[in-house]
């Protein structure tokens, strides 16, 4: 079956203190990885979009990358602004234009002033 | 600015009632979808539509209806027969993809539907 994991559930930082999320995913056939911001009461983001190992994103404190079996989230000196859950998600067959996504569950992250 | 619109923000449903969740997207976009989101789970596909006058059934569709009359606007139903409705729903909409190319779905802000 195919599964999309994301760790840990939930991380708190101080301001200025970096750190990484993870998302791992045990699917077949991936055709591309999406991190999403999502805020309290309001629909995901979208941050980036990686298609292939190796490949890197960057968006101001956020980087993304890839390898053949997971993705990270870096943020680096993270501010209170930040603190928000990312949800992972992997696209997984393009079967006659439709796009199957299956999302993890997300890292709620909060920073702390 | 475009985007999508979903309304109402906060609904509430009692036992037996149908009520209809709106979804709106000028973004002009093809493709579209309806997802439901639960504490502790990832987004739950439950019916998407990659075309006017077209909609397959997603993940878990019972208990729900869509309509895909036009391209900007995919409604969804919470029927009678759907038991557990309380949650978060989210439209989202995206090109509609060809040729091995992919894109993201961008989301509206949603609505929560509870129980009375």
């Known amino acids: 079956e195919d599964q999309v994991t994301q760790s840990p559930e939930a991380l708190r930082l101080q301001e200025g203190e970096s750190s990484s999320l993870n998302c791992s995913y045990t699917v077949s056939g991936l055709r591309g990885l999406f991190w999403y911001r999502q805020d309290p009461g309001k629909g995901p983001e979208f941050l980036f979009t990686l298609y292939s190992a190796g490949e890197e994103k960057e968006k101001e404190r956020l980087k993304a990358t890839l390898t053949k079996k997971e993705s990270f989230l870096h943020i680096t000196a993270p501010k209170p602004e930040d603190s928000a859950t990312y949800l992972c998600?992997?696209?997984?067959?393009?079967?006659?234009?439709?796009?199957?996504?299956?999302f993890g569950i997300g890292t709620k992250l909060q920073v702390i002033p | 600015d475009g985007g999508i619109t979903q309304s109402p923000k906060y609904l509430f449903r009692k036992e037996g009632q149908n009520v209809t969740l709106s979804c709106e997207q000028n973004?002009?976009?093809?493709?579209m979808y309806w997802y439901r989101q639960d504490p502790g789970q990832g987004l739950r596909l439950i019916y998407y539509s990659q075309i006017v006058n077209d909609f397959q059934k997603g993940d878990i569709a019972e208990g729900y209806s869509v309509s895909r009359e036009k391209k900007e606007s995919f409604p969804l139903t919470v029927t009678s027969a759907q038991k557990n409705p309380t949650a978060f729903y989210l439209c989202?909409?995206?090109?509609?993809?060809?040729?091995?190319?992919?894109?993201?779905?961008?989301f509206g802000d949603g609505t929560r539907l509870s129980i009375l």
């Open positions: 998600a992997v696209q997984l067959t393009n079967s006659g234009g439709y796009q199957k996504v299956t």
């Open positions: 989202a909409s995206s090109i509609r993809v060809s040729g091995g190319s992919n894109q993201p779905q961008h």
């Open positions: 973004l002009n976009h093809d493709a």
